[in-house]
C-alpha cells in the first residue's frame, strides 16, 4: 500500500489551486490591469467634458472698464473742446481788462467776466449814455458774471467788493454758451461711463455663472469616473 502525497504537493491533480508554470485554467495569468479577488481594473479616467468658457464675460468686464475709465474722460474733453469752437459766436474774444476799465460789446449784445479767485458781491455794465445794466452771477459763483440783450457799444466794468483797477477776463459771449459745450460732454461721458457699468456688471454676472457650470460639470465627471 503506497504512501499518500502530502495534500496539495505540485503536479497532482488533486491540487485546489493552479501552480506555477502548470495548467490551471489553461494556463492563463490574469487579464493584465485584472487583480483576481479584488474587482479593481486600474485607474478610474474621468471622461473628458467640455467646460463653458469664460472669456465672453471677462471680455466684457475689460470693455466695461475701458468704457467707464479711459472712454467717457475723452469723450467729455473732446466734446467740450469742439463744442465751444464751434457752437460760440465767432467774434468770441477773450480780453484782459481792469475793473473800472471798459470794453465793447458786439452786436450778441452778450458779455461774461471772470474774476478768477476773487469774488465781488455785484457788477454792472454801464454804456456811455449813463445806462446801468445789471451783471448776474452764473450757477451762484460769484467771481462769474454774465449780461445779455446788451446794446451794441461801449461799457464800463464796475464791480463792488473788488479793489479798482483788479484784473478781469472778459468775454463777448454768455455764459450759457460757455458752459454749453461742457455740459453737452457731460451728458455724452455720462451716458458712456454708465453704458460701460451696465457692461460690466453682464460680463460679471456671466462669469460667475460659467464657473458655477463648471464647478458642476466637474462634480458630475467626478461621480461618473468613481461609479
Known amino acids: 500500500m503506497s504512501n499518500p502525497r502530502p495534500y496539495g504537493v505540485p503536479g497532482e491533480q488533486g491540487t485546489p489551486w493552479p501552480q506555477y508554470g502548470q495548467d490551471g485554467a489553461n494556463g492563463a495569468m490574469p487579464a493584465q490591469g485584472a487583480y483576481p479577488g ?99 452771477t452764473f450757477a451762484g459763483v460769484n467771481n462769474y458774471y454774465t449780461a445779455t440783450d446788451l446794446p451794441a457799444g461801449t461799457y464800463r466794468i464796475d464791480c463792488e467788493g473788488l479793489p479798482a483797477g483788479a484784473d478781469i477776463a472778459g468775454m463777448d459771449v454768455s455764459a450759457g454758451d460757455i458752459t454749453k459745450s461742457s455740459t453737452n460732454g457731460l451728458i455724452w461721458s455720462t451716458v458712456v461711463g454708465v453704458s460701460g457699468t451696465i457692461i460690466m456688471i453682464i460680463g460679471i454676472v456671466l462669469v460667475v455663472k460659467a464657473n458655477g457650470r463648471r464647478r458642476e460639470i466637474q462634480q458630475q465627471a467626478m461621480m461618473s469616473a468613481i461609479g
Do not use: W
Open 38 to 136: 479584488t474587482g479593481y481594473s486600474g485607474p478610474a479616467v474621468m471622461p473628458t467634458m467640455k467646460l463653458p468658457s469664460r472669456a465672453p464675460g471677462t471680455i466684457m468686464i475689460v470693455v466695461g472698464l475701458l468704457m467707464m475709465l479711459i472712454v467717457a474722460p475723452v469723450i467729455f474733453a473732446v466734446v467740450a473742446f469742439s463744442g465751444l469752437n464751434t457752437e460760440t459766436p465767432e467774434n468770441v474774444n477773450a480780453v484782459s481788462i481792469t475793473n473800472g476799465g471798459t470794453v465793447e460789446v458786439g452786436a450778441n449784445g452778450q458779455y461774461t467776466i471772470l474774476l478768477g479767485e476773487a469774488e465781488a458781491t455785484s457788477c454792472t455794465m454801464t454804456d456811455t449814455d449813463g445806462d446801468v445794466y445789471d451783471m448776474h
